[in-house]
């Protein structure tokens, strides 16, 4: 179960979902269209990562075979050091002193990167294992996926050379900008936010 | 038949060549093509019988709208509005966004799978989905980083697809989301779903549970016809209102749970700077917005009356009226819109307007249902900043001046 206080519905909004929800819940399913997911479907399938290190399988990858493996299956397209080819490969490292403060709405231009943006950790390893290499998608294993987050964490500052990483010690990750992210607050009317 | 040919290039020559010499001539600079030559039509198309039937229609050689730019493996192309009239976006001319290009889908394969927290997991195919209840619906779909090019460097050569063309209105035939959601027995603790689609990136986003059962769908047609596979064949979310890249295309699975898995393209992406050092997140809807779209760049026009004419529209429900202006802001005048302005979907406005010849710079406004206008560009900047990155929906337009040339205005 998650729960992160910061994007919690409010009582009204669970409440009203709560509602809505019951019936079919009860009542079993009304049109019987469909079948039943085999726990083996709904495995092959759910790799989703979240923060909290729900989904984050076993394994375990270290900065140093992470190295390696950069160089090997993504410097060809984000650079060496992960530098990028904007706007198609988006720079992945860099803690340059004007990117730090948060500064992005005064300058687009200002890159935005792991170190100085993403507020979980747990977002890089979903990523990298779902959607790269580019040219070979979904076919990293765990201990790579694992060993190229822990790379691309030290490459920005976030986690020490030497570290290794797998789910427990990811999920205890903080990323350095998390608490700038907040909820959407605009919600129609004459006011402009 | 020499003589024939002889004369359609004679004719084509004569007839074709000077109305479309300002068209081709835009169309070749934009295509960064050569010009292509004059249709082969025939001096009277009276005097000779007419083509046969065929499978599947085109255009007239004389209309050729086309998206731009084309080749882009991960990123868009533009819906060509300044070509269009009316409310719904061609299919084939509808705007495309994808992060790990358009996925070959076999529909006999494809499954929507939803579990996480529901009673029954199930497994649903097309054909099943194709059972259920069906509703048809019109809705715009909008890329939140529509108008970024516009906000933070306009040009006075942008045409109304490069400034606002991350956008298309479709009518859309699928079943609720609740429905699928209570077949499997959503359980009340769930407050986000998960929603994954079947391209390379296997892309997913974090939605509330509110969404769902309010007004959200999965779709498998778009204006009669089944998805075309740039915009999610065979299945698509649609959630109305909502910022385009959340309409997860080509849709496989949903999961459901109590908080947000903060993918990639819900903090990467999809967030947006503010001047105060945050970052918004979860800025699912999509405010009001307007954009003339017709006379406007690449058009030349002449003094005397000419409608004024675009679109509007609003993530949160109904646009209530669009002003516009032919003086650069100074008065306002209603535009008339012209059917009855549906939720969350495109209304076509116009404004007939008397043009003397003198320089002239043309706006739109649009008012939603909430009482939110559409702010200028200075207003929004002064909320949102320079930098920030998403959800640029202030006021634009057009300069005309007493040559009839017609440039973007973007700094409102």
């Not at chain 2, 990136?201 to 596979?229: F, Y």
């Not at chain 2, 947006?272 to 017709?294: H, K, N, V, Y």
Request: neutral net charge.
């Amino acid at each position: 179960m998650r729960a992160r206080h910061l994007f919690v519905l409010t009582a009204v909004g669970a409440a009203a979902v709560a509602a809505a929800c019951k019936g079919g819940s009860a009542e079993g399913p009304k049109y019987a269209l469909g079948r039943a997911a085999t726990p083996a479907e709904v495995a092959a399938l759910d790799i989703d990562a979240a923060p909290d290190g729900h989904g984050l399988p076993p394994g375990h990858g270290s900065v140093a075979d992470g190295a390696a493996l950069f160089q090997a299956k993504c410097a060809m397209c984000h650079g060496p050091k992960g530098e990028g080819m904007p706007p198609a490969f988006p720079a992945l490292v860099g803690r340059d002193a004007k990117g730090e403060g948060f500064p992005f709405a005064t300058d687009y231009k200002i890159t935005r990167t792991i170190g100085n943006y993403w507020p979980h950790a747990t977002t890089l390893f979903d990523y990298v294992r779902r959607a790269m290499p580019h040219p070979a998608p979904g076919s990293l294993t765990n201990d790579e996926t694992y060993a190229l987050t822990a790379w691309l964490l030290a490459a920005n500052q976030v986690i020490p050379a030497d570290a290794v990483l797998d789910s427990a010690r990811l999920m205890q990750v903080k990323m350095p900008y998390r608490d700038r992210f907040v909820p959407d607050n605009r919600h129609g009317g004459a006011e402009l936010k | 038949m020499t003589t024939r040919r002889e004369l359609l290039a004679g004719a084509a020559g004569l007839l074709g060549g000077a109305m479309l010499a300002g068209a081709t001539t835009a169309h070749a600079a934009q295509q960064g093509a050569a010009a292509a030559p004059p249709p082969d039509v025939p001096p009277d198309a009276t005097k000779l019988q007419g083509a046969p039937t065929s499978a599947v229609g085109s255009r007239s050689p004389f209309v050729t709208p086309a998206r731009t730019p084309v080749g882009e493996v991960t990123g868009s192309s533009l819906t060509p509005l300044h070509e269009l009239t009316g409310t719904i976006t061609p299919a084939d001319l509808h705007f495309e966004r994808h992060h790990a290009g358009i996925p070959k889908i076999d529909p006999a394969r494809h499954t929507l799978l939803i579990h996480g927290l529901v009673a029954r997991p199930l497994v649903f195919t097309l054909a099943d989905i194709k059972r259920f209840p069906q509703v048809t619906r019109t809705h715009f779909v909008e890329c939140s980083g529509n108008g970024r090019a516009a906000y933070r460097d306009p040009k006075p050569e942008m045409t109304a697809q490069k400034v606002c063309g991350l956008f298309g209105n479709s009518e859309w035939t699928g079943v609720p989301l609740r429905t699928l959601l209570e077949e499997a027995g959503a359980k009340p603790a769930a407050t986000w779903f998960l929603a994954e689609g079947g391209d390379a990136c296997v892309m997913t986003r974090s939605i509330p549970m509110a969404k769902a059962m309010d007004d959200a769908l999965v779709v498998w047609a778009q204006n009669g016809e089944p998805i075309r596979p740039e915009q999610g064949f065979p299945l698509r979310l649609l959630l109305p209102g909502f910022e385009g890249n959340a309409n997860v295309k080509w849709l496989r699975r949903l999961e459901l749970g109590t908080a947000p898995w903060m993918t990639r393209w819900e903090t990467s992406k999809y967030t947006d700077p503010l001047p105060d050092g945050t970052a918004r997140q979860f800025s699912f809807e999509l405010d009001a917005r307007s954009i003339i779209t017709s006379p406007t760049v690449p058009q030349q026009i002449a003094k005397g009356t000419w409608p004024v004419s675009g679109l509007a529209w609003s993530g949160r429900g109904v646009i209530k009226r669009v002003e516009v202006s032919t003086d650069g802001g100074t008065t306002w005048h209603d535009a008339e819109l012209q059917g009855t302005p549906l939720p969350k979907a495109a209304v076509r406005f116009t404004h007939q307007w008397e043009w003397d010849g003198r320089d002239a710079t043309l706006l739109s406004r649009a008012i939603d249902e909430t009482g939110y206008v559409q702010p200028t560009r200075t207003a929004l900047m002064k909320v949102r900043g320079p930098g920030t990155d998403f959800h640029f929906n202030h006021i634009v337009g057009w300069r005309v001046t007493p040559d009839g040339h017609i440039a973007f205005h973007g700094e409102t």
